[in-house]
């Protein structure tokens, strides 16, 4: 990026409180999750320009670094965001180099899905394995159905070790696509699977995934048992794994909002203190939940009078 770019996103941003200084240390630590929930709650009704382009580039980062399936949908917000900030009276010089960089980010991820929708199973079955993969991933979040059939080939066709890695994928995308009792049988295979093999190593954030879908589908089922089960299936392998459970930032989300649901305060309180203690800075929804979950828990601690 160019140094006029860089100085039109320095601080300070005249952000209320304590939020600039919260905000430059997120940027100096390229924690861009962070600035953008920080960014989100903080931002004026009407804000100005420049921070209408701070905005976009720290959702455009974070997706490029961190949250990829996402990287699409964030480079067409940040060049909404880029627009506003030009219709507010910004020069279209002083943003340029930002907008080409995700225009060219945005051309090349639309390519990229065109070229995956070519890949049919049947190609699939031929193609080199390499080029599968990335047709699954680029198909993941557009359309997770045929992303899983992808992942399924992979499977069958791919290293035995790495099989598991693939249906765990495939779970994922079937769950995505709303065929839940498909993914079924491949998410509780993702629980049962060891992975502790050095090729799925790094890839173990698999099993939290499939735990917390696993769970959801519990919830809605109705069936508490099979909640129960899971949950203590979930915590052990957690420990097991080295990710305690829940380990990722939206797996945590999505549990708390389970739990609260499910009006279990301790479990939910025990999901807070995770997220709280994970992140430097809660987005003001995610805080309320988390107050809601102690208050919860505090009050069913109680015995009944």
């Given at each position: 990026m160019s140094t006029s770019s860089e100085h039109l996103l320095a601080g300070p941003w005249g952000l209320p409180g304590e939020l600039d200084s919260e905000l430059a240390r997120a940027l100096e630590q390229q924690s861009y999750g962070t600035a953008l929930a920080l960014l989100r709650d903080a931002l004026p009704d009407n804000p100005p320009p420049r921070l209408l382009v701070l905005l976009a580039f720290v959702r455009f980062q974070d997706a490029l670094e961190v949250m990829v399936s996402e990287l699409m949908p964030a480079a067409q917000e940040a060049l909404a965001l880029l627009e506003r900030a030009t219709e507010a009276g910004l020069p279209l010089e002083a943003v340029a180099p930002l907008r080409e960089e995700v225009e060219h980010?945005?051309?090349?991820?639309?390519?990229?899905?065109?070229?995956?929708?070519r890949m049919t199973p049947e190609r699939a079955a031929q193609a080199p394995l390499e080029e599968v993969l990335e047709a699954a991933s680029a198909l993941r979040a557009s359309q997770p159905a045929r992303a899983a059939e992808l992942f399924l080939v992979a499977a069958e066709r791919g290293e035995p070790v790495r099989a598991p890695?693939?249906?765990?994928?495939?779970?994922?995308?079937?769950?995505?696509?709303?065929?839940?009792?498909?993914?079924?049988?491949?998410?509780?295979?993702?629980?049962?699977?060891?992975?502790?093999?050095?090729?799925?190593?790094?890839?173990?954030?698999?099993?939290?995934?499939a735990a917390t879908l696993l769970l959801e589908r519990a919830h809605r089922a109705q069936d508490t048992a099979a909640f129960e089960a899971l949950w203590t299936q979930a915590q052990a392998l957690g420990r097991q794994y080295q990710r305690p459970f829940p380990f990722s930032w939206l797996t945590q989300e999505r549990l708390l909002t389970l739990l609260l649901e499910r009006q279990d305060g301790p479990r939910a309180a025990q999901v807070a203190l995770r997220l709280e203690s994970s992140r430097e800075y809660l987005p003001r929804a995610l805080a309320a939940k988390v107050a809601e979950a102690r208050t919860l828990a505090r009050r069913q601690s109680v015995p009944p009078s």
């Open positions: 980010t945005l051309a090349e991820e639309t390519a990229r899905e065109l070229a995956a929708e890695l693939h249906r765990a994928e495939a779970g994922l995308a079937l769950y995505q696509a709303g065929r839940v009792e498909e993914a079924r049988p491949l998410l509780e295979a993702t629980l049962a699977a060891d992975w502790r093999p050095p090729e799925l190593w790094r890839d173990r954030l698999q099993v939290d995934w």
